[in-house]
């Protein structure tokens, strides 16, 4: 058994076959996700898991080089742009319409499906390479 890290199976299988620069999308229960991208669903209840957790525990494991996230965000969220930030704080961001961060999950390796219920609460991340 597994003794640290994330315990998903799904997530940790995701993670170790990440390339340099291949995305992999974190968001929020509403989400919708392209038939093309595996969806790995923790949803459990309305708030369970947040995003901010779900995304603390996959950057323990997977190393980002940029983050994409909605313009949107800004003004509709901005609470959770902090929390963003905060978690990521030396990672650069690109801001984008939502509606290309949803066409551009198409691209993603996978999307991990979180309970959050809060607006925009969705990121796109850019593996990086650790050396």
């Given at each position: 058994m597994k003794k640290t890290g994330v315990m998903n199976s799904n997530i940790s299988?995701?993670?170790?076959?990440?390339?340099?620069?291949?995305?992999?999308?974190?968001?929020?229960?509403?989400?919708?996700?392209?038939?093309?991208?595996?969806?790995?669903?923790?949803?459990?209840?309305?708030?369970?898991?947040?995003?901010?957790?779900?995304?603390?525990?996959?950057?323990?494991?997977?190393?980002?080089?940029?983050?994409?996230?909605?313009?949107?965000?800004?003004?509709?969220?901005?609470?959770?742009?902090?929390?963003?930030k905060k978690t990521l704080p030396n990672v650069e961001i690109e801001f984008i319409p939502h509606s290309e961060l949803k066409k551009d999950l198409k691209t993603s390796k996978a999307f991990i499906r979180t309970g959050e219920e809060t607006p925009y609460s969705n990121v796109i991340l850019e593996s990086g390479v650790t050396f």
């Open positions: 299988r995701v993670i170790a076959d990440m390339g340099h620069m291949d995305w992999l999308g974190v968001g929020d229960a509403g989400t919708p996700v392209p038939a093309e991208t595996e969806k790995i669903d923790l949803s459990v209840r309305p708030g369970l898991p947040s995003f901010i957790d779900v995304l603390e525990e996959v950057l323990k494991e997977l190393e980002v080089q940029k983050i994409y996230i909605a313009e949107e965000i800004k003004t509709e969220n901005p609470k959770q742009l902090e929390a963003i």
